[in-house]
Structures are given as structure tokens and as C-alpha cells.
């Protein structure tokens, strides 16, 4: 009747859709090929110094080659352009997703060198400096006509700050908490590898500069049970 042709059709339908499909060599070995034409065009663009265009390329190629080798390789060279135009903000988003796409990544140990590079940096913006010593006995030092003066270099350096946090350099407040979780996703990205204990120890040298001995304690202890042998002890 009615009802078998029905259930004989949703039959047919299922075993269709649980069919594999059928091996291809020579479409996969022509998608190869166009993959990796497509990778080395933009890799070029990345050695010859145009980091703006290659920066596109690389996202478009991670985006369209997702989940595989090429995505991959794309994502790390993506968050690379990224570090070299000094977007270190857009470059930890990356790498955060390079990792979070691709766990067994071969670029893990790369990505946590990036990572702790741009940590260091954002910790030295947020000290701020050491206090300039002052002249024995109450002393003037000579000033050169060319020397500029204290305010002008507060402003400059203002002006930078403020410049780098527009442009992606630094993020636009709480530069050390910042700084402290990129630390933290070096630790967690690459737990065993050669700057996991450095990064604790940031961490625990930078809570111990704000007069905050409970978190400083805490890593100084994680430093000590996760890393027994590390150099740093």
C-alpha cells in the first residue's frame, strides 16, 4: 500500500545519505595543488614586506580552508602579519584561535613564544618607570639647548601610548591584567614547554610589584609544584 512505498522510499533516502562518498584522487590532488598555489602567492606578499595585503590573504584562506593544513598554516601566518604590523592585540585573538582550532597544532611552541613576547611587552608599558635619581646635594644638571624638556617628554610619551593603544599595539586599559592572561595562555597552551615556568613567575613577580602577596604567593607556589626542576628555583 500506501505506507510501504513511503517507508521503502525513506529507506532508500537513508541509505543514500549514509553511503560514503566515493574516493576522488584526482579532484583531491587538483585541490592540493590550488591550496597550495593559493598559500604561496600570499606567502610571498608576507616575504617581500606587504604585510597589509598578506594579512587579508591569510584570513581569507583560513576562513575558507578550515579544518585543514592549509587553515592552519594560514591562521599561524595570520597572527605572524599581525605581530609584524605591531598588532599585538588582533595577534593574541589568533593565536587564541589557532590553538582553540587546531589543539594538536605542530606551531605550539611558536605560538607560546609570540604569546610571552607580547606579555613582556604589555607588563614594561604598565610599570611605569623608575624615577629619574637626583643630582648630590640639591644640584642643577646643566641643560642642553636641544634637550627636551620633562614636560615635552611626558607628553610624547602620552601621545604614544595613546597612539599604540588606537592602533592595536596595547589594549586601551588594564594593560597588566591583559598582560596576565596572555602569560596565563602561555602557561596553558604549552604547559611543559620551555617558558611555562618564566611565565609563572611574571605572573607572580608582577602581583608582588602591586602589594597583592596572596595572588603573588599563589603562583610562587604553582611555580614551585609545577615546575620543580625549572632553573628559576
Same mark, same amino acid.
Given at each position: 500500500?500506501?505506507?510501504?512505498?513511503?517507508?521503502?522510499?525513506?529507506?532508500?533516502?537513508?541509505?543514500?545519505?549514509?553511503?560514503?562518498?566515493?574516493?576522488?584522487?584526482?579532484?583531491?590532488?587538483?585541490?592540493?595543488?590550488?591550496?597550495?598555489?593559493?598559500?604561496?602567492?600570499?606567502?610571498?606578499?608576507?616575504?617581500?614586506?606587504?604585510?597589509?595585503?598578506?594579512?587579508?590573504?591569510?584570513?581569507?584562506?583560513?576562513?575558507?580552508?578550515?579544518?585543514?593544513?592549509?587553515?592552519?598554516?594560514?591562521?599561524? %601566518?595570520?597572527?605572524?602579519?599581525?605581530?609584524?604590523?605591531? @598588532? %599585538? +592585540?588582533?595577534?593574541?585573538?589568533?593565536?587564541?584561535?589557532?590553538?582553540?582550532?587546531?589543539?594538536?597544532? =605542530?606551531?605550539?611552541?611558536? +605560538?607560546?613564544? @609570540?604569546?610571552?613576547?607580547?606579555?613582556?611587552?604589555?607588563?614594561?608599558?604598565? /610599570?611605569?618607570?623608575? &624615577? !629619574?635619581?637626583?643630582? !648630590?646635594?640639591?644640584?642643577?644638571?646643566?641643560?642642553?639647548?636641544?634637550?627636551? @624638556?620633562?614636560?615635552?617628554?611626558?607628553?610624547? /610619551?602620552?601621545?604614544?601610548?595613546?597612539?599604540?593603544?588606537?592602533?592595536?599595539?596595547? &589594549?586601551?586599559?588594564?594593560?597588566?591584567?591583559?598582560?596576565?592572561?596572555?602569560?596565563?595562555?602561555?602557561?596553558?597552551?604549552?604547559?611543559?614547554?620551555?617558558?611555562?615556568? =618564566? !611565565?609563572?613567575?611574571?605572573?607572580?613577580?608582577?602581583?608582588? /610589584?602591586?602589594?597583592?602577596?596572596?595572588?603573588? /604567593?599563589? %603562583?610562587?607556589?604553582?611555580?614551585?609544584?609545577?615546575?620543580?626542576?625549572?632553573?628559576?628555583?
Amino acid at each position: 500500500g500506501v505506507d510501504e512505498v513511503v517507508v521503502l522510499e525513506l529507506d532508500a533516502l537513508a541509505a543514500v545519505g549514509l553511503r560514503k562518498p566515493t574516493p576522488n584522487p584526482a579532484k583531491d590532488q587538483q585541490v592540493s595543488a590550488t591550496a597550495d598555489a593559493e598559500f604561496e602567492q600570499v606567502e610571498q606578499l608576507f616575504r617581500q614586506g606587504d604585510f597589509a595585503n598578506a594579512e587579508t590573504g591569510f584570513a581569507r584562506i583560513a576562513r575558507r580552508r578550515k579544518n585543514t593544513s592549509w587553515g592552519e598554516k594560514a591562521l599561524y %601566518y595570520l597572527a605572524e602579519t599581525q605581530f609584524q604590523r605591531g @598588532r %599585538y +592585540l588582533a595577534t593574541t585573538d589568533t593565536l587564541q584561535e589557532l590553538a582553540k582550532s587546531y589543539p594538536s597544532t =605542530k606551531y605550539l611552541e611558536r +605560538l607560546a613564544e @609570540r604569546e610571552y613576547q607580547i606579555a613582556e611587552a604589555w607588563l614594561a608599558a604598565a /610599570s611605569p618607570p623608575a &624615577p !629619574a635619581a637626583e643630582p !648630590a646635594d640639591g644640584a642643577k644638571s646643566p641643560e642642553s639647548p636641544d634637550a627636551p @624638556r620633562d614636560d615635552a617628554v611626558r607628553t610624547a /610619551s602620552t601621545d604614544l601610548s595613546w597612539r599604540d593603544k588606537l592602533n592595536g599595539r596595547l &589594549p586601551l586599559v588594564d594593560l597588566g591584567g591583559h598582560a596576565v592572561r596572555v602569560f596565563e595562555h602561555v602557561r596553558h597552551h604549552d604547559p611543559t614547554g620551555p617558558l611555562a615556568d =618564566k !611565565a609563572a613567575l611574571k605572573i607572580a613577580d608582577y602581583y608582588m /610589584s602591586l602589594k597583592d602577596y596572596e595572588s603573588a /604567593s599563589m %603562583y610562587y607556589d604553582q611555580l614551585i609544584r609545577d615546575h620543580p626542576k625549572s632553573p628559576l628555583l
